[in-house]
């Protein structure tokens, strides 16, 4: 019995000290999009490259400031041509839960780079604790804005989709000319690129993970 009690303690003492596992951090990502399923007929050469990069505000605040640079080039796309990014809760319909980050503009050789400052890590989501007025300010059809939030808990948004500023764009291209409420207006045209290349719930922005305690 002795012996028993020994050596049940010593097991318990090796489990005890044995370390965690290893929880991995980086600071910087890299990652392709892809064409959307809509555009693979009309636009089978489009494509995208993203590159992240996190760092510590310099200044009186270095520890926990993090911001990300997000640096985007496009190519195969139409010439002269807008088109607007969204960060995005999946990266096919429905999309999710999604927000308007910002606006590419390709050159005469249908290519466009555009670099974004934010919040584009494993850290990224959308909450809404309660519902809220929200102003009406784009209210015409086919999607009109919204008269308040739904109540959320917290969404990751992990997933990136591009899309046509213009539906008239997205037909001169031989692309559908659907409409959908993804620009300012709520009036742009199909996505032509997404981060469909990994899974739903797993999107690219969720695999950039910075330790702020190190």
Same mark, same amino acid.
């Given at each position: 019995m002795k012996s028993t009690l020994i050596s049940s303690a010593l097991f318990l003492a090796t489990v005890s000290a044995a370390p965690a596992a290893d929880i991995t951090y980086s600071s910087s990502i890299s990652f392709e999009m892809v064409v959307s399923q809509g555009? @693979? $007929?009309?636009? /089978?050469?489009? @494509? *995208?490259?993203?590159s992240i990069q996190s760092s510590g505000i310099q200044g009186s605040i270095q520890s926990s400031a993090i911001v990300e640079d997000m640096f985007i080039s496009v190519s195969g796309l139409p010439p002269n041509t807008e088109f607007h990014l969204f960060i995005i809760q999946v990266p096919n319909a429905p999309f999710g839960l999604s927000w308007y980050q910002g606006d590419l503009e $390709?050159?005469?050789?249908?290519?466009?780079?555009?670099? +974004? @400052?934010?919040? +584009?890590?494993?850290? $990224? +989501?959308?909450?809404? /604790?309660?519902?809220?007025? *929200? #102003?009406l300010v784009f209210n015409n059809p086919p999607f009109p804005d919204a008269a308040q939030n739904p109540a959320t808990g917290a969404v990751h948004t992990y997933h990136l989709g591009l899309w046509f500023d213009s539906p008239t764009d997205a037909q001169k291209v031989g692309c559908p000319s659907t409409v959908t409420p993804f620009n300012g207006g709520h009036n742009a045209g199909i996505q032509v690129l997404n981060s469909s290349?990994? /899974?739903?719930?797993? &999107? #690219?922005? &969720?695999?950039? =993970?910075? =330790?702020?305690h190190q």
């Open positions: 555009a @693979r $007929t009309c636009l /089978p050469d489009a @494509r *995208a490259q993203v $390709t050159d005469d050789n249908g290519n466009a780079m555009q670099h +974004f @400052r934010g919040r +584009f890590s494993i850290q $990224t +989501f959308i909450v809404a /604790p309660g519902a809220a007025a *929200a #102003p290349n990994y /899974p739903d719930n797993l &999107g #690219p922005l &969720g695999n950039l =993970n910075i =330790n702020l």
